[in-house]
């Protein structure tokens, strides 16, 4: 097992912007799994909210030896880090009781929004290319979600839907300010033990934490481990290092794309038109974000 130690915060020649991309889109990719994964545990019995400790705990467990040699302050930035996933997945639940998944996850991914208007905030204006990526990206989303339908007039629940937004957005921007340089992994150990214990709490409050049972149960539960943690999270976190919370983001708005591409072959759900335009627009979008614009701001200081 390596030693976090010998790799952190020694700093690497320029990586190629070109792997931060193709590792945001695997992030995207990864990620769009657990919405069949999801489907697939409410069917063997296990909710989603009861599943999200046993997937979280079981990646802690194997990625802590990763974790060895991290100074205390780097762990207490990725644990912060960590929270902030833990809020945002909390408030992205909180919205799907109140309104359509559709309108949460339309919400949702308003996150680059709330990542170019934090860097701004910060002294980073987002570029022309940037800004028209992210109104491409939104009008893909639309046709690929759909738009919010006469169920969606719940305030709190929309209220929620942004709050995940918001906070996912700061989680990514806290993770290029707070951890670029980590090794990958130890940060998403320390993001996995953070969930963990929250969402074991949580669901210990709410009577919710039950223990898997029979090989379904924790297949799907390896599934969640495996590809959407396991592969998206340090994939997002390396993309994030190389090309930035911004582009990252934009980037990882093609997950509802690849989930609707992943039920088509496997739920064997159909594809309208407007999903394969939509999903045009999304693409569009994510090219468009990796063009490099003139920009006024002053650098991050990380």
């Not at 999200?52 to 194997?62: E, N, S, T």
């Not at 937004?165 to 940060?187: C, D, I, Q, V």
Request: proline content about 6%; some cysteine; overall charge positive.
């Amino acid at each position: 097992m390596p030693d976090a130690a010998s790799t952190f915060p020694r700093t690497a020649a320029p990586v190629s912007a070109r792997a931060g991309v193709l590792l945001a889109l695997l992030a995207a990719l990864g990620f769009s799994s657990l919405g069949i994964l999801g489907k697939l545990s409410v069917q063997v019995g296990l909710p989603a909210l009861s599943a999200l400790p046993w997937r979280f705990g079981l990646v802690a467990l194997l990625l802590l030896p990763w974790s060895r040699g991290v100074s205390w302050a780097v762990r207490g930035r990725m644990l912060g880090v960590g929270l902030l996933y833990c809020l945002a997945t909390h408030a992205y639940f909180l919205a799907l009781t109140r309104i359509s998944a559709g309108a949460t996850s339309l919400l949702l991914y308003l996150a680059p929004a709330f990542v170019l208007l934090y860097s701004a905030l910060w002294g980073r204006r987002p570029t022309r290319p940037q800004q028209g990526a992210l109104l491409l990206t939104l009008l893909g989303l639309l046709l690929v979600v759909g738009l919010p339908g006469g169920q969606d007039k719940n305030v709190l629940g929309l209220g929620f839907g942004v709050l995940a937004a918001a906070l996912y957005g700061g989680y990514l921007l806290a993770s290029e300010r707070w951890l670029t340089g980590a090794p990958p992994l130890a940060s998403t150990a320390a993001m996995s033990l953070s969930a963990a214990v929250y969402f074991a709490v949580l669901d210990g409050a709410s009577g919710q934490l039950v223990v898997p049972q029979g090989a379904q149960q924790w297949g799907v539960i390896a599934g969640m481990a495996l590809l959407p943690t396991l592969l998206a999270v340090p994939s997002l976190y390396g993309a994030i290092a190389r090309i930035g919370a911004a582009r990252a983001s934009l980037l990882a708005t093609t997950e509802p794309l690849w989930t609707v591409l992943l039920a088509a072959l496997f739920l064997h759900d159909s594809l309208r038109l407007a999903v394969l335009l939509g999903g045009g627009f999304i693409l569009a979008g994510a090219l468009l974000a990796q063009v490099r614009g003139r920009s006024t701001a002053a650098p991050l200081e990380l």
